[in-house]
């Protein structure tokens, strides 16, 4: 079982940034994939930002705003978001794959301002 936390949304006005945090916690931890997902009001939850053996993969929407990273020590992923627009705004959850089991977070509010 993996336990993950979120942290960092919040409100922000257009054109600010945030760093999203996702700490995963549990026995035998071996996490070979990390992503960030996003899903806005009647909107299908979609993929901003994943990273796997030190590679990373971006939505079209985000690429050269948000940067994703791994602390391995800490177990820990982070979303660096600059250059948020209105548009941004959702609900982002933390995934990792933990020996093919998927988890889920339970997600953090980012709210854009225009």
């Known amino acids: 079982q993996v336990q993950l936390v979120e942290s960092g949304g919040g409100l922000v006005q257009a054109g600010g940034s945030l760093r999203l945090s996702c700490a995963a916690s549990?026995?035998?931890?071996?996490?070979?994939?990390m992503a960030w997902y996003r899903q806005a009001p009647g909107k299908q939850r979609d993929m901003v930002a994943a990273?796997?053996?030190?590679?990373?993969n971006y939505a079209d929407s985000v690429k050269g705003r948000f940067t994703i990273s791994r602390d391995n020590a800490k177990n820990t992923m982070y979303l660096q978001m600059n250059g948020l627009k209105p548009e941004d705004t959702a609900v982002y959850y933390c995934?990792?794959?933990?020996?093919?089991?998927?988890?889920w977070g339970q997600g953090t509010q980012v709210t854009v301002s225009s």
């Open positions: 549990g026995r035998s931890l071996s996490i070979n994939y």
């Open positions: 990273i796997s053996g030190g590679r990373t």
């Open positions: 995934s990792v794959n933990n020996r093919g089991t998927v988890y």
